[in-house]
């Protein structure tokens, strides 16, 4: 094969790079999806826009476009950009996929509430990028000093007092005194949290009371309500999420879900001299 022929064949390529989502219209191109199917070789590669044909109620057919990125510092200012302008994302953790969005934007809040079709009584936690941050969101002067560097980063939620110096929107779980907060050991979503600004509103990526996602395949019906999905590959820590551990009284601590590090946590709580309420 000659250099012109290769140019040409080299040009043609990127148009092979959409296909319809089988569940939805015909399927084009199908050697793709095998090409696709493994997670970590998909992850290496640039992104890839992925097309839907969705048959509306006139007969007429829209498609809708998603981007899937890998989950790389290379693609993080595409998604600090997204948080700011208040949009939806899909974003690995060390626990399980989540949805993303500005804690202080009620806008996008309420369009997370809206794809898992969850009831806005139900809390969302929120996700910053160092523990240092914690502190301009909920009430910390209480903690056994070098309690949340022991903890955090790591797979725990820790559950505080918002307090009267938090800068959450008061949107953010109306009613509620208390707020999750996550500092995941990840640190893709830890450089947008830190590049947005702002805290982001975390919560798991899959439809209310549905099983909890490790691979962005497990809530591939939802992809077309981001503005991006970024692929971790498959998640290594099971679907039990973070262990959430209300600190909220002095000297107490209460488990009010046991997640993927209970053991780990309460030896790190009693260390510190805590006692369960």
Known sequence: MNATASTKIAQTLPLFNCLIHPSRGVEKFGFLNLWAGSRRGFSAVSVKKMAWSLEKGDGNVETKMVSVCPATEDYAQEAIEAIKARKVIAVPTDTLYGFACDACSAEAVNRIYEIKGRKHTSPLAICVGDVHDIQRYAVTEHLPHGLLDCLLPGPVTVVLRRGESSILEKSLNPGLESIGVRVPDCNFIRVIARGSRSALALTSANLSGQPSSIDIK???????????????????????????????????????????????????????SLLED
């Open 218 to 272: 497990d809530f591939e019906n939802l992809w077309e309500h981001c503005a991006y999905v970024y692929d971790g590959g498959i998640l290594p820590a099971g679907r039990a999420g973070s262990t959430v551990v209300d600190l909220t009284k002095l000297g107490k601590y209460k488990i009010l879900r046991p997640g993927s590090a209970k053991e780990e946590t309460v030896a790190i709580l009693e260390r510190h």
